[in-house]
Nanobody, 125 residues
């Protein structure tokens, strides 16, 4: 029943911005933690950011994106956003949204059991 769709990726120049959206259907995401992960070709999947359930409220950022990315949720729209500013070529990857039914979040993939298909982010001149 849980279905997640990411959107908002694209091609941007270094220093530019994108806002990714994670839209949920089949469940109400306010009771879930939502995480953003990314994977570049030939590289391991990385945790980028997560936000706990509305009750928990914990927010996590990878050191590589701290100060540049902001995660937020809009429960009325059943959507979580990742605002990405000051983008670097190293941010190029497929970005995945995932849901953790226990609502705790974090940057480890274990515990996130529902995943979207991914959206491509390319940062290049």
């Amino acid at each position: 029943q849980v279905h997640i769709v990411e959107s908002g990726g694209g091609l941007v120049q270094p220093g530019g911005s994108l806002r990714l959206s994670c839209a949920a259907s089949g469940f109400t995401l306010d009771s879930y933690a939502i995480g953003w992960f990314r994977q570049a070709p030939g590289k391991e999947r990385q945790g980028v950011s997560s936000i706990g359930s509305t009750e928990d409220g914990s927010i996590y950022y990878a050191d590589s994106v701290k100060g540049r990315f902001t995660i937020s949720r809009d429960n009325a729209k059943n959507t979580v956003y990742l605002q990405m500013n000051s983008l670097k070529p190293e941010d190029t990857a497929v970005y995945y949204c995932a849901a953790d039914p226990y609502g705790l979040g974090g940057l480890e993939a274990s515990g996130f059991n529902s995943w979207g298909q991914g959206t491509q982010v390319t940062v290049s001149s």
